[in-house]
């Protein structure tokens, strides 16, 4: 039933390690994207894949690395996490096509750098 | 960078009153979109409405309305009567056609409703 899941909720870690978040989405969309989230709410885009393709890929440190193995997923691998890191990273898709549709976004992982 | 402002980083109201959260966008594009959505304090992102700019009309629905004016390039979002619910951030967005380029957040107003 759930539109678009992340995993994990919750990703607590320590610095130098790396760490993955998953991102899956039923709604057969054609887009997914990584948002980055700050403790200020501030709402950044990271990335965006259309159809298993980059396509959007902000000024994001290279320990930031997309996944899209099928039009489904999107996955993030972060290496060396840093303390700046520490965000809720936000998963969202839309269909795109000929127009531009609302993006439906996963629940969040706040992830956490100690 | 084509920005969205939102001017309004914090705002108060009591229960009932009405609110407008005003959104400022830049854009060299012909075509393009405009979006709002909410976070309420639970953390998820929902969205509220989309606009194409081909279509000024003004929309209403329930206790929102939006009021979208191309001549200003501006967006605003208003909530008749609000609700204690109604608390939460509420983000303004441009996204430009399809594949053209990224879409881009304002930095959100923060809507506290008082009881």
């Known amino acids: 039933d759930t539109a678009v899941s992340q995993t994990p909720k919750y990703l607590v870690t320590q610095m130098g390690n790396d760490k993955s978040i998953k991102c899956e989405q039923n709604?057969?969309?054609?887009?997914m994207y990584w948002y980055k989230q700050d403790s200020k709410k501030f709402l950044k885009i990271m990335f965006s894949y259309n159809n298993k393709e980059l396509i959007i890929n902000e000024t994001v440190p290279n320990r930031f690395s997309p996944k899209s193995p099928d039009k489904a997923h999107l996955n993030l691998h972060i290496n060396s996490l840093e303390l700046g890191d520490s965000a809720v990273y936000f998963c969202a898709s839309s269909q795109v096509g000929l127009s531009s549709g609302e993006q439906f976004f996963g629940p969040g992982t706040r992830l956490t750098v100690l | 960078a084509q920005k969205v402002t939102q001017a309004q980083t914090e705002i108060s109201v009591v229960e009932k009153e009405d609110v407008t959260l005003d959104c400022v966008y830049e854009?060299?594009?012909?075509?393009?979109?405009l979006f709002w959505y909410k976070q309420p304090p639970s953390g998820e992102l929902v969205f509220l409405i989309r606009r194409n700019s081909f279509d000024e009309q003004n929309e209403i629905s329930g206790r929102y309305s939006w009021n979208f004016q191309k001549s200003t390039s501006s967006f605003n979002f208003t909530i008749t009567a609000s609700q204690v619910v109604d608390s939460a951030v509420y983000f303004c967005?441009?996204?430009?056609?399809?594949?053209?380029?990224?879409?881009?957040f304002g930095d959100g107003t923060t809507l506290t409703v008082k009881p």
């Open positions: 967005a441009r996204q430009p056609p399809p594949t053209a380029g990224k879409s881009t």
């Open positions: 709604l057969g969309h054609d887009t």
């Open positions: 854009t060299r594009d012909t075509t393009y979109y």
